[in-house]
Nanobody, 121 residues
Framework: QVQLVESGGGLVQPGGSLRLSCAGS????????MGWYRQAPGNQRELVATITMDNKLNFADSVKGRFTISRDNAKNTVFLQMNSLKPEDTAVYYC???????????????WGRGTQVTVSS
């Protein structure tokens, strides 16, 4: 059993910053990719940023230059530093990871339950 638990969401004013964390636990053998997605009311879930096990990064155009992503492989944790936040960044942010639970085992995708980020004055 694998769990991803997010933390760090909340209410912030426009222009402010937040840092999200996501920690993986359970039967984790290897984490290939970790990342963040978000879903605003009435919208589809969309990619925010991902980071591979060899630190290749990918960002949505809407967050480039404002958000950074990093990971601590020893702690199975991924971070999302969000700066210069805008009201349109308001959404539920979900942690995502591609994980194998045993040697030579097939990777599977896992999701956290999400954390609310609200950007408002």
């Amino acid at each position: 059993q694998v769990q991803l638990v997010e933390s760090g969401g909340g209410l912030v004013q426009p222009g402010g910053s937040l840092r999200l964390s996501c920690a993986g636990s359970g039967s984790i053998f290897n984490i290939y990719v970790m990342g963040w997605y978000r879903q605003a009311p009435g919208n589809q879930r969309e990619l925010v940023a991902t980071i591979t096990m060899d630190n290749k990064l990918n960002f949505a155009d809407s967050v480039k230059g404002r958000f950074t992503i990093s990971r601590d492989n020893a702690k199975n944790t991924v971070f999302l530093q969000m700066n210069s936040l805008k009201p349109e960044d308001t959404a539920v942010y979900y942690c995502n990871a591609v994980i194998s639970t045993r040697a030579m085992g097939p990777p599977s995708q896992y999701w956290g339950r999400g954390t609310q980020v609200t950007v408002s004055s």
